[in-house]
C-alpha cells in the first residue's frame, strides 16, 4: 500500500497566488488519496476560495506575509519570517511536511530553503533541476538559474544529485548523463567544462560525454548538467522557440477559408500534438542537494500545471530524495579520487 | 544599376564539399547575373561536377590541400597553406574577391581568417553572427562559439558589430539592442553581463536592455549579444526544438488513417510552415570584426541553404560591411567614455 505524506503549499506565491493554488489543492486531494495538504497563507482568504470544498485532508496554516515576486531575496529571508514561503519551508524543517511548493519569487525560495533546510553534505550549492521534453522521452537538466558561475567541481555535483534524482524518480538504474558544451574543435568548451568532464570520465556515473544544445531534444540522454546562466538560457530558448512555432503554425491554419477548413479537419491531431509537448506538464523544478524537499513551480502556473508541481513533490517524497542524494553524493564525492582531483 | 562583385567559395568545405557546392554556385550564378565566382578547390573534381554548366562568370582556382572537419585550427593553419579554405581567404586578403564563403571546419575559419586577414582597430576579437527566425521576424545573435570567454568590453564589441551589421543589411537605421542574461532578481547575470549593461546603457547604440532566452524568438529585437558559449547553446537549443516538434507533429499526423486523411487536407499549411521556419533559410553565418568578408555556411548544408549563405556574402559586399563596422567600432570604442570604463 501507498504510504501517506504531507506537502506543504505557498498558498499566496506566484502570479495568481491562492486563485491559482487551492482550487489545485482541492482537485489535487480528491485525486490522490494519501496525500495530506497543509495550505500555508491568508486564512480569511483561502478559506473564501474554499467555499463548501471538501476540507478532508487539508489544513490551513495562517501566514501574515507575503514575499513579492520581485522583492530581493535577502530582504525576504531577513525581514518576512512570517511569510507564507518562509513558513511552507519551516514546515519541512520541523517535520510536519514532507514537501512544500512554492510559485513564489526564485530567488527569495532557493535563500529561504537553503538558510532554513541547510545543504548535504559535499554539496557546495543546490541547484534547480526540471524536465523537458524531448523526442525520447524527457530529460533532467540542472542547474537552471541558481548558480551563474560554476566551477568543474560544482558541475560535477549537479551531474551526481541529477542522476540520482532520474534513478529514484524514474527508476532508470544508471541515468545517462552529458554536460553541455559548444560543437567546435579545439575552442571547445571554457576551462570548468573541460575539467568538469575529467571528473565525470573518472567518475562511476554512467556518463556519456559532452552534449550540445540540441542534443537535449533529441539525444536519448536522461540528465544534462551545466551552469545556472546555460541552463537558464537553454531552458527559456526552448520556450520561446515552442511559442514562436505555435504562433507560426496557427497563423498558417488561420490564413484563408480553405487552411481554415484544414485547422478543422486537423483539430485532433493538434490538440494531441499540443497535449505532447504541453509546457504544463513539465511543470515543478526541483531545488536538489538541500536536507528538504522543495518544488519550484512556474510563477505563472494554472491548476493543471501546479497540481503537476504538487505530483513532482510527491515522488520526491516517495523516493526519499535527499537521503539518496545525500548518501549517492557522499559515496561519489567523499572519493579519494574526486577529493585528489579537486 | 547594381555593381559588379566576385565571391570566392571553398568548394572543398563543408560534409558535401563541392558535390554541394559547385551546383550552388551555378545556381547562384543563374539567378544573380551580377555576381562572378570563383570555386576554389580541386580543379578535376570541380570540373568533372560542372560538367556541361555554363562557366560564364565562373573561374576554379585549383588547391592542393583541403582542411578536416575535425582538424586543429591551428593544425590547418600551419600546414594546409594552399588548402581550400586558405586560398578563398587570401583571394579576399588580395582583393580578387569581395568575400568568401565556407561550409568547412568553423574553428579553422576563424583562425585562418583572423591570421590572413586580421581584426578591425578596436575590436578584440572577431564573432560569429547569424539570424535566427522570430515571432516578429528575425533576430541577429552574436557571438555563437568563437570566444567562449568574454568580457563586458567584449560583449559590448559584439553588440556594437552585430547593430551596425543589421543598420547596413537590413536597412534599419537604430536597431534594438538587447543583453542576453537570466530573469533571476538579484542573481540576475554574471558580472560580464552586468558591466556590459552599463557600457551599453551609456552608448548611443539603441540598447533596449536585458533580453532572456525566449525574448531571442518572441520580442521585437534586432541583435542579441552573448558570449560564445551561451550562444551557442542558445542556438543549438533552438534547432534542437524545432526538430523535436517536427518530428511529435509528424507523428501525431501519421498515427491513424484518420490523422492521415487529415495531413492530407493540411498538407499546404505544412508546407507553408515548412517554409517559414525553413532552417535552410536562415544559413550562413557572417565573421564579423575581420578586414574582409567571410561567411561560414553550415557543414551539412544543401544547395538550398549554401545558395543563401552565398546571397548573405553578397549582400555584405554592397553594404561594405567591414568598411561601416571598422568606421562605427571606432566611434563607439574610441569615445572617451568607453575607455574611462573599459
Chains 1, 2 share one sequence.
Not at 34 to 49: N, T
Not at 313 to 340: M, S
Amino acid at each position: 500500500m501507498k504510504q501517506g505524506c504531507t506537502i506543504a503549499l505557498d498558498a499566496m506565491g506566484g502570479d495568481h497566488g491562492p486563485e491559482v493554488v487551492v482550487p489545485s489543492a482541492v482537485r489535487y486531494l480528491a485525486a490522490n488519496p494519501y496525500v495530506d495538504i497543509i495550505l500555508v497563507g491568508d486564512e480569511p482568504r483561502i478559506d473564501a476560495i474554499l467555499g463548501k470544498a471538501s476540507r478532508e485532508r487539508l489544513r490551513i496554516r495562517h501566514t501574515t506575509q507575503e514575499v513579492a515576486m520581485d522583492e530581493l531575496p535577502s530582504k525576504a529571508l531577513r525581514g518576512k519570517k512570517d511569510s507564507s514561503m518562509r513558513v511552507a519551508i519551516d514546515l519541512v524543517k520541523e517535520g510536519e511536511a514532507g514537501a512544500c511548493v512554492s510559485a513564489g519569487n526564485t530567488g527569495a525560495l532557493m535563500a529561504t530553503a537553503r538558510f532554513v533546510l541547510k545543504t548535504l553534505p559535499y554539496v557546495d550549492r543546490p541547484a534547480i533541476c526540471t524536465a523537458v521534453p524531448s523526442m525520447h522521452g524527457h530529460t533532467h537538466m540542472l542547474d537552471l538559474g541558481a548558480n551563474v558561475d560554476c566551477s568543474a567541481e560544482h558541475l560535477f555535483q549537479f551531474a551526481v544529485m541529477g542522476s540520482e534524482l532520474v534513478s529514484a524518480v524514474e527508476g532508470i538504474e544508471r541515468p545517462r548523463v552529458g554536460l553541455l558544451n559548444i560543437g567546435q574543435e579545439e575552442i571547445k568548451g571554457n576551462e570548468q567544462v573541460k575539467q568538469a568532464h575529467e571528473l565525470l570520465s573518472k567518475s562511476n556515473l554512467n556518463y556519456v560525454g559532452y552534449v550540445e544544445g540540441d542534443g537535449i531534444f533529441v539525444e536519448d540522454i536522461d540528465v544534462v548538467a551545466t551552469d545556472g546562466f546555460v541552463g537558464n538560457v537553454a531552458l527559456k530558448c526552448s520556450e520561446g522557440v515552442a511559442k514562436f512555432i505555435r504562433h507560426t503554425l496557427t497563423g498558417q491554419f488561420k490564413r484563408t477559408w480553405y487552411t481554415r477548413l484544414s485547422a478543422l479537419a486537423a483539430l485532433p491531431i493538434l490538440k494531441s500534438f499540443r497535449r505532447t509537448v504541453d509546457p504544463r506538464r513539465y511543470n515543478g523544478a526541483s531545488l536538489l542537494g538541500l536536507r528538504g524537499i522543495v518544488v519550484k513551480s512556474h510563477g505563472g502556473a494554472d491548476e493543471v500545471a501546479f497540481e503537476n508541481a504538487i505530483y513532482i513533490a510527491e515522488k520526491e517524497i516517495h523516493a526519499n530524495i535527499p537521503q539518496r542524494i545525500g548518501e549517492q553524493v557522499g559515496q561519489h564525492l567523499g572519493r579519494e579520487q574526486y577529493r585528489e582531483t579537486a
